[in-house]
């Protein structure tokens, strides 16, 4: 009798334990944005936003930072930014740095989606909405995420390559980013939307599809050059999923003398890109606009504080639930339409784009 009393007592200890352990690794379910901000701010009230950026390696993110820094001043906001540097155990010290510092929201481009949940999840036991920039956090009860239209910006590189290849069967090669970045998946879905009925039609012969690790221009390179050479030289197309890749396929192109004659596509509207544009050697580039993407983030982070609601455009499913988006319009940019584009937008110069080039190359304002 005694023993059965001891025995239910552990038992019942036992499951409480049990229990307690599990609801510890259970996500975070107080949703910053549906419960409100640690503590609402007022509109006279100073705003604490930390800034999680996976990299500055590639020239698109330096302009992010700097225009999160130019619009903090410009509105008053305290803004703390942290860089990673490809690293998923820095970004989530960083991360839990700020929110010891008390943020009262996190933005966070994430280095991998699915490791940066558990970022997701610390600011929430700490009651700090999370907006994911640029690249979504999946599986994680984001609050809120900002950033282009990834899957159309694959449509788009695939389709300009596939309209201006002047072969049946024509050849294609395609380079995927980073495995562990979500907006790499969905380049590689919107590139196949287009290939893949054409592969059907029986107009492409895809001779090789792989990610480039971390985005690594040198990654980019060994599979074109590996490509190059299974396929003795018959390329068309590289299929690159941005700049940085773009360059280092135009590096393997190059040393076969094929710069010019394999078309390459690109994304970021890189300075070094848009000169290989200029050059003929690269042959389009994705431009995202990023002042209304940092900008937008700021302004609605600035709203989260406060409790505000941040008016959005669609919701994406991340796994755990539809996460309400804002996603802007890419721009498709080649030799011709460079000056409309990124040179009127006044995102780069065209005497910087055309410097030390032969003028002759250069398109005329
Ligand atoms: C971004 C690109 C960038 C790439 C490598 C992607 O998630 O959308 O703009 O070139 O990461 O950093």
Known sequence: MRYTKALTLCLILLLALASACVSGTQPANNSAANGGPRTKKGPNDPIKIGFSMDTLKEERWQRDKDLFEKRAKEIGVQLNVQVANGSDSEQIK???????????????????????????????????????????????????????????????????????????????????GSPTDNNAILLHEGQMNILKPAVERGDVKIVADQYAKEWQASAALNIVENALTQSNNQVDAVVCSNDGTARGAVQALDAQGLTGKVLVSGQDADLASLRLIVEGKQTMTVYKSLQPLAYGAMDAAVKLARGEKVETTETIDNGFKKVPAILLEPVAVDRNTLLSTVVKDGYRKLEEICAGLPPEKCPKE
């Open 94 to 176: 960083q991360a839990e740095n700020m929110l010891t510092q008390g943020v009262d929201v996190l933005v966070v481009a994430p280095h991998n989606s699915e490791i940066a949940a558990s970022i997701v999840e610390s600011a929430h036991r700490q009651g700090v909405p999370v907006i994911a920039y640029d690249r979504l956090i999946k599986n994680a009860d984001v609050d809120l995420y900002i950033s282009h239209q990834v899957v159309k910006m694959g449509e788009m590189q695939a389709k300009y390559l596939l309209d201006h290849v002047n072969k049946k069967p024509a050849n294609f090669v395609i380079v995927g």
